[in-house]
């Protein structure tokens, strides 16, 4: 997979999956936006992936995914840094059911935010070069975990919605 020249934007990068996907990108020679809520993570990841990889093909911005604000402005300092965004990553997701509002907000909307802006940046008929957009999803986006019916529903909409707008917007 060779990405020299391209940038890509990553959501919830600072832990875990996120973590890896920048990994990945960073050795396959991209440049990487890396968006997660926790500012001390993200940069202390930036810090240690440093020590491997040029320090200027990565920037880390401090972003909730569920701020429409901060989002567009993450966009736009990544599009100011780099010249512009070929691929997304909407990685960023959450888990507790108690807190279903703010999880519907991050693991749904967040994601379709991400993609929407990222249509915006990549679309060829306004002067994009086109792109890719990943949306993260999980198994419970395919079958429902019983245990956690409003996380499924979010996986199940970020996977009904990433078909669609596939089917509809793929081409450019």
């Known amino acids: 997979m060779a990405l020299s020249g391209k940038t890509a934007v990553v959501t919830g990068a600072a832990m875990g999956i996120g973590k890896a996907i920048t990994e990945i990108l960073l050795k396959n020679g991209a440049k990487v936006v890396l968006l997660d809520k926790n500012k001390a993570a993200g940069e202390s990841l930036v810090e240690a992936l440093s020590k491997e990889y040029e320090p200027d093909r990565m920037l880390f911005r401090e972003c909730n995914i569920q701020s429409d604000e901060e989002f567009k402005a993450a966009f736009q300092k990544a599009v100011e840094t780099f010249g ?89």
Request: include cysteine; charged fraction near 15%.
């Open 84 to 172: 512009g965004i070929d691929i997304l990553c909407n990685n960023a997701g959450m888990f507790d059911e108690s807190e279903w509002e703010n999880m519907v907000s991050t693991n749904l909307v967040g994601s379709i935010r991400g993609t929407y802006l990222a249509l915006e940046h990549m679309n060829k008929l306004k002067g994009g070069q086109g792109g890719v957009i990943i949306n993260v999803s999980s198994l419970a986006g395919l079958g429902p975990l019983l245990t956690a019916p409003v996380y499924s529903a979010t996986k199940h909409g970020l996977v009904g919605f990433t078909r669609s707008i596939a089917v509809r917007d793929g081409k450019w």
